[in-house]
DNA sequence: GTAAATATTGTTATTTATACAATAACTAAT
DNA sequence: ATTAGTTATTGTATAAATAACAATATTTAC
């Protein structure tokens, strides 16, 4: 391959850290490993890792996702470009923060490659994090609550079927408020839903209504132009 | 200084390209350059280059833009990444977009080092450029619409002592829509604005007021919590 | 059946958005 | 100076969204 006038001009690394947030009992959580390797061995981190040379960002950052922690098929967004020369202590790393919201339970994680063990943990309650990870989860969080307000994915971390609670809950979490529960539904009445005659299993009260998540009705009304989600 | 493992890793080269956006006639110009380089040599492209090894970003796309448009003290803020593996002809390139909002009255571009050339064009008039960076504009512009809907930063682009008519074409004209006079000052109303005395000056008509942004007032009003910009 | 708990709907007042009309202030020509 | 033309600015009436709080409904557990 030919290369520019110098090469020291290539001496540079590319990596990609995956924030992996999913919903549960309430609070938002996001994907941990503990690194197997140095530097920074036995701490936590962001799954990343480097890109290969010939390979797209996304793809990238799909296959790194899946080799350390089996978590496949899932709809990854890129969030803020992080390229302090002193980030890496090995080098000069620049790396691209991506996103992905999950169902935590429609998916299966396990430990791989050289991460040694993966966990959820709530974003309030993170510990301190390899190289700047904890910089990178915090300005992906913010992403993640300016998008929460525009568009309409906390349904891809919700339940198929959830109660106007439990999406209630997820605001809540994220904004760190408490909401009057009348008004949240009035608040989402424009939003799409769907109304199921099934209904909560295995609470001590009386059990919520499921609702899910309208996606083709909300596309024909984001075609028609004058609709815009809004939280 | 220790490297990772395998040196097919730092085979990267990292570039930042900056989308300089001002505003004038009632239009959200963008600034260019004549490339005097291969590849795409005489096509006109954002001004970018190369980071040096040591170099940190925003430092980068600072020195970048003055060393081609002689552009000096704006502030930049982080775009999108691109990094497809063929977007540069000679090698792996991965390049970060960052934007800028000018007054374009108060700053002097003058082509220089490879640039042959620069100019201002309006957005929506803009050429086929080099390399994607019609690609990084419009993701750039997308970003720039949607932080005017909820930071105050058209008042980074209008002149320092501005009509409410400037104000309301800037708005106009990044969304492509026509908007009522008269509901468009009911909407402002919260956004803290100092109403000056003087007036707009060799109009053929009944000349505006001129107002210019409170800044003070806005940090004291966002410190307060209940308050946030909204367009 | 009754208490406890939560889900759901309703009522009212307040604020914000929208459409359109009316008035005010200036320029330029007569 | 008067007047027409042009744009700035304010006002009015109606509909829609927001917010605070009250009332009712449905289920579980005993």
Redesign the pocket.
């Given at each position: 391959m030919y290369k520019i006038a110098f090469d020291d001009f290539f001496n540079y690394s590319f990596s990609l850290d995956s924030v992996i947030f999913g919903f549960r009992n309430g609070e938002i959580n996001v994907l941990l490993i503990k690194r197997a390797l140095e530097p920074f061995k036995n701490m936590w981190a962001i799954p990343g890792d480097l890109v290969y040379p010939d390979e797209d960002l996304s793809n990238a950052a799909e296959r790194i996702l899946f080799e350390l922690t089996k978590l496949n098929n899932v709809e990854l967004h890129q969030a803020q470009t992080f390229g302090h020369p002193k980030r890496h202590p090995q080098g000069r790393v620049i790396t691209s923060a991506y996103f992905a919201l999950v169902r935590i339970e429609e998916f299966h994680v396990e430990a791989s490659s050289w991460a040694e063990e993966v966990k959820w943990v709530p974003v309030h309650e993170v510990p301190e994090l390899a190289f700047d990870h904890n910089l990178i989860l915090n300005s992906t969080f913010e992403l993640l609550k300016k998008k929460l307000t525009y568009e309409p994915i906390c349904f891809d971390l919700l339940p198929k079927r959830f109660?106007?609670?439990e999406m209630q809950q997820l605001f809540e979490y994220a904004f760190g408020v408490e909401m009057?529960?009348?008004?949240f539904?009035?608040?989402i009445r424009?939003i799409p839903l769907i109304s199921h005659d099934e209904?909560q299993m295995n609470?001590?009260?009386?059990?919520?209504?499921l609702f899910s998540f309208n996606s083709e009705s909300y596309e024909e009304l984001t075609a028609k132009e004058s609709y815009q989600f809004?939280m």
């Open positions: 109660t106007l609670n009057d529960k009348a008004n539904r009035k608040k424009p209904k609470v001590k009260h009386r059990p919520a209504k809004k």
